[in-house]
């Protein structure tokens, strides 16, 4: 009781004192109807417009939320899977709004050349190298990767996959199960961990071909908006909203995910056709220019913000 009453009726009067000292007009709420409850409350008690992004696909929404999203000016969905995904849970009344996360081009500028790349991880210059970004961990399908690149050994014998990610403590076993896998099939030094890396767009750009592999719903993937921006086709499960960003078939190809053979398919089909690629990762790039850059996000979010404001 103690906590209740400090987390939704002290703190929400503390905060909504402050929104009318500092003239606050409106509030802007960053992840999901399941948080920032006192922020909520404090909003509507100092009369001013609340939204928030809905940025995960979560599994439950518990019924203060539901009961204080009612009250919500907007609720900016990242992708239409996670507006899906809300409307399965009912609360399809909401006003969901879908907004796309957006990526400035620019940010993703390689700085480092692609041999220099090549030379830091020992891949030679007549070997192919395709790869993955993103934290290892069960959900992001790094094992399906390793088993796809087992099928693919004999076929392509110069081909190497890099994993660029960091190892949270929680999944440091399933780290040391990919280390195993990666030995027992025989692939060592044709599937290389490399960690944590802060220039990711230097290891994107030295890749032919861009993997995602995860195989739980995503509810966005700017990873694939970072491939696109440096014109790589990329290669990518098709759950949550990935099929939303790519375009199976033009700005790369979608498998089904969790399956090893589904995901050899599609590399050996850009493996085999360099001009296909390329030509796919040219699509990609023109694609997050016309429909993924963060000046469309910033314009489509204004104009909720211009919206509310007028009353």
């Not at 050349?113 to 030679?124: C, D, F, N, Q």
Request: net charge neutral; proline share 5%; with cysteine.
């Amino acid at each position: 009781m103690v906590n209740f009453v400090r987390g939704l009726v002290i703190e929400p009067v503390r905060l909504a004192a402050l929104l009318r000292r500092e003239g606050i007009a409106l509030v802007h709420l960053n992840n999901s109807i399941v948080r920032n409850h006192p922020w909520m409350i404090a909003a509507q008690l100092a009369g001013v417009p609340c939204i928030t992004h809905e940025r995960g696909i979560n599994l439950k929404f518990p019924v203060r939320a539901r009961l204080l999203a009612r009250r919500l000016g907007a609720v900016v969905c990242i992708s239409a899977a996670v507006r899906d995904n809300l409307i399965r849970h009912g609360l399809g009344n909401l006003p969901l709004v879908t907004i796309h996360n957006g990526l400035d081009p620019d940010s993703m500028r390689a700085m480092r050349s692609a041999a220099e790349i090549r030379a830091e991880l020992g891949i030679r210059a007549e070997q192919t190298l395709v790869g993955t970004i993103g934290n290892i961990k069960p959900w992001k399908g790094q094992e399906v990767v390793v088993r796809a690149m087992a099928l693919l050994r004999d076929e392509f014998p110069n081909l190497v996959c890099i994993m660029v990610g960091d190892t949270s403590p929680d999944d440091m076993a399933y780290r040391e199960h990919i280390d195993a896998l990666v030995r027992d099939l025989g692939l060592t030094g044709r599937v290389v961990v490399t960690g944590y890396r802060s220039d990711v767009a230097n290891y994107i750009a030295a890749l032919e071909i861009q993997i995602h592999a995860s195989i739980a719903p995503e509810p966005f993937g700017r990873v694939l908006l970072e491939g696109m921006a440096l014109g790589k086709p990329v290669v990518a499960s098709g759950g949550g909203a990935v099929p939303e960003i790519v375009v199976h078939g033009q700005t790369g190809l979608l498998f089904e995910p969790g399956q090893p053979e589904a995901l050899t398919a599609s590399l050996r089909m850009l493996l085999a056709d360099p001009l296909l690629a390329n030509a796919m990762g040219a699509a990609g790039r023109q694609r997050l220019d016309a429909a993924f850059s963060i000046a469309h996000n910033v314009r489509a979010t204004e104009q909720i913000y211009d919206r509310l404001l007028a009353g």
